[in-house]
């Protein structure tokens, strides 16, 4: 047995290695030539303690093992065989007699996957352990593909577990959000009851304040001064400014809560009204409109009516000390999409003061020089971010100023 080959057991790959268990001497001489010609290296052990200390220090491509030699501890041997973890697929190839190869083939079916019986040819010798060296390799790329495998499920396990986590935590915070807006939801119904009342309360003290300064005007007015009716017609201009004021407090309040029917909308007809409209309520006025053929827009189409009406109308207001004016409605680009706009020669405002503008009551010029309740821009803001498009202004002191808009 020492005549084959020991000192390559050592670094010896198991793509290259065949384990012989208690071969007949007389069969050395075809297997050393046959396992040479293959590039195979042979480790020859007994069926003793080196066997297992082999099969546990590395893997073989082929296990041969002489049935003739082993008799009946070749079930045994095989047991043994496949119960070490490096030797459960590696194939075997059962060396004996015709009878005894074919009688151990029967029996041991599970454990062995070839048999050659002697005396032994060459060329049959290195056609099974070619194959079966082809099936240790499959064997090892299997194992190797199904830790793989498992190593995939346990990461997809790994994953699946952080997105239950996270689907529960999504969950939680969709339950806090809804519940927030829920709140909000009942909070700003409430402020709208709120407002309808105090508008409504509000209101019936107003008209009587200006039907009794109205009264003292007619009926008293021989008693009166020049400075006492001026008083009066002071208060109910404070009294009208006032309701106004709440009735655009109520409008500005319930844009929050109005429904939004989406729609294509041709802006340039609607500005063209407006514009007509403003002309005629005014026709002393020099006010040339350049207005945007075929400009058109996705949106409620009150809401954007009423968008067009406050800036118009504004432009309108702050060109008003100018002989000749113009006022131009029209669409840009910005950031790859449409932006509305409208542009006049007027007043213009200082940019200092721009985060201002869209505030409720919030203005740049006093009511005594442009009259207003500073309220029309809010309202402009709430309906253009309520579509969920943006709203923004540039200006120049006795400029002019632009309003641009976006709609989605």
Known sequence: MTRLRH?????????????????????????????SELGLNPIQASCSTATWQHLARQDFAVILLDVQTLGTNASEIIQQVRRQPRSQRTPILLIGNADQVKDAAQEYPPGVVDRLSRPLVPELLKARITVLREFYSLAQQLKQQAEQLADCRQQLSAINLRLEDEVEARQKEWTASRQLVELLEATQKELEVLGYS?????????????????ALLEDCADKLDPQ???????IRANA????????????????????LYRQPVDLSAVARA???DLQERDPQRQVTF?????IAGEGDALLLRSVLENLLGNAWKYTSKLPRATIEFGVTHQAGRPAYFVHDDG??????????????????HPPSEFPGNGIGLAMVARIIHRHGGEVWAEGRVGKGATFYFTLP
Do not use: C, W
């Open 7 to 35: 000192q390559k057991e050592i670094g010896v790959t198991s793509q290259d290695s065949v384990l012989i268990i208690d071969n007949h001497s007389e069969d050395l001489p075809t297997l050393q030539a046959v396992l």
């Open 198 to 214: 105090v508008s409504h309360d509000l209101h019936a003290p107003l008209r009587g304040i200006d039907s009794f300064t109205q």
């Open 228 to 234: 006492g009716r001026e008083y009066l017609e002071r």
């Open 240 to 259: 009208h400014r006032m309701a106004e004021l709440l009735d655009a407090l109520v409008k500005l309040s319930r844009l929050s809560s109005a429904d």
């Open 274 to 276: 407006i514009a007509k």
């Open 290 to 294: 350049v207005i945007g053929a075929g």
């Open 347 to 364: 007043a213009g405002f200082d940019m200092t003061y721009v985060s201002k503008l869209f505030g409720a009551f919030q203005r740049l």
